[in-house]
């Protein structure tokens, strides 16, 4: 699974610590997502995925700790300069312009690009989703679900990523869906994009990640190879039973 690990620097988080409502939720976190390979977190529901990815993204402010993508210091930073750094985040959810085209909704994910590297970036998205070439002037809120994750990795694979940060991704899809959407993760970490998967189903994750996270509690309780969980399962288990 491993993609051109020299084509951009890694995300490295280290120490964070997160509070939501003043409720501490995340507890000295350290990951790294390098380039080039697919990263996995796997975790229960409430154990502090979707806030990891929301402090790193900008939306929440982290306590302490730190984010940097190579020399740049993205601890803290707002929204639009992650974005602008090269760190692009796909939600949980689906989060659209529902009211907005195809086509407008990937053009919204390009703004701070410019001319050509906007075009550049639409003409690499569809390329891996072809199938958004005839739905390019139908509106968000006429897809299918499938359809719409579709439009939501396209948004953030159009803006040229270094880093992309998946929350979810098949949540609430067909299995067909998810079969489409597996190997653009392993197409995009190949082409030297790092990639941190976050994903219900730890057996999808594994099959593509080739570095692995156990988040349980706000902590990580196990970190290593995603060949390691998969050779054994039962230190998937001893992690999540770790944070109990």
């Excluded at 590297?117 to 509106?139: C, M, N, Q, V």
């Amino acid at each position: 699974m491993s993609g051109q690990t020299g084509a951009h620097p890694s995300l490295v988080i280290t120490g964070l610590n997160v509070e939501r409502g003043e409720r501490p939720v995340l507890h000295d976190v350290s990951i790294t997502i390098p380039p080039g390979e697919v990263t996995t977190l796997l975790g229960p529901n409430g154990a502090g995925k979707s806030t990891l990815v929301l402090a790193v993204g900008g939306a929440l402010r982290p306590t302490d700790g730190t984010v940097a993508l190579g020399d740049a210091d993205l601890t803290r930073a707002r929204p639009e300069k992650v974005r602008g750094a090269g760190v692009a985040v796909v939600p949980e959810g689906r989060r659209l312009l529902p009211n907005l085209t195809v086509a407008d909704n990937l053009r919204v994910a390009t703004f701070s690009l410019s001319r050509d590297d906007a075009t550049a970036g639409i003409d690499r998205a569809l390329e891996l989703f072809p199938e958004l070439k005839k739905r390019f002037e139908t509106t968000a809120r006429s897809l299918s679900g499938g359809e719409q994750q579709m439009v939501v990795l396209a948004q953030a694979l159009a803006s040229r990523p270094k880093v992309l940060l998946v929350d979810e991704l098949s949540l609430g899809l067909a299995p067909v869906i998810v079969k489409r959407l597996m190997p653009v993760i392993e197409e995009v970490a190949a082409s030297g994009v790092g990639v941190l998967l976050i994903e219900q189903f730890a057996h999808v994750a594994l099959a593509l990640a080739n570095n692995a996270y156990v988040i349980e509690g706000g902590r990580i309780q196990y970190s290593g190879t995603a060949q390691a969980l998969k050779d054994d399962p039962t230190l998937l288990q001893k992690a999540y039973l770790l944070g109990a």
